[in-house]
């Protein structure tokens, strides 16, 4: 029985991919905004987060993905390795969608996970100064998954005996 991608899924993915490249030198959930939160790092910073959750009109959903690969720029005078830096960025990004068209061939994916490429992908070249100048690529993509609209099994204590609450393994939720 295949399984519907989760987000936990997406953080797994993403962290085997960035442990199996070796051009990816730091991994981060969020956005291009937190990249200098990642500080004192050589070589391509790989950023992912979920941008959305939706229905796809075939029993399944599709996540949307941002990813954004990036590197320090170096100003000498006026010379910098920008377009060197978008090359390597661009080729490591085509590397991850590789990865993600072939994704139940890599030895670490879940064999048992639902999950196909939607080919609407692009990708796109930046340069951008935060603290530092980084240049690199933006991807934008979509994962496709099965979804069976089935509720989660959450047990909950009726209100009658006091405050109501649903116990989500250890967490308590009050109502």
């Not at 990249?35 to 941008?51: N, R």
């Not at 830096?85 to 085509?94: G, H, P, R, T, Y």
Request: charge should be negative; proline fraction near 2%.
């Amino acid at each position: 029985m295949s399984k519907s991608l989760t987000i936990k899924n997406v953080t797994t993915i993403m962290e085997g991919i960035a442990s199996e490249h070796p051009q990816i030198n730091a991994i981060l959930r969020g956005n291009i905004w937190d990249v200098d939160l990642t500080k004192d790092v050589s070589g391509s910073y790989l950023i992912y987060d979920v941008a959305g959750i939706t229905p796809n009109g075939f029993n399944g959903i599709d996540y949307a993905l941002d990813l954004f690969l990036c590197d320090n720029v170096t100003q000498i005078n006026t010379e910098t390795n920008e377009l060197s830096v978008q090359n390597e960025c661009s080729l490591i990004a085509l590397d991850i969608m590789s990865i993600f068209e072939n994704y139940n061939k890599v030895s670490w994916a879940d064999k048992d996970l639902n999950l196909v490429l939607n080919k609407t992908w692009s990708i796109q070249t930046f340069t951008e100064r935060f603290d530092s100048l980084y240049s690199g690529v933006s991807i934008s993509m979509s994962l496709s998954t099965s979804y069976g609209y089935a509720r989660c099994k959450i047990p909950v204590l009726p209100s009658s005996q006091g405050i109501g609450y649903m116990i989500i393994e250890s967490t308590f939720i009050i109502g």
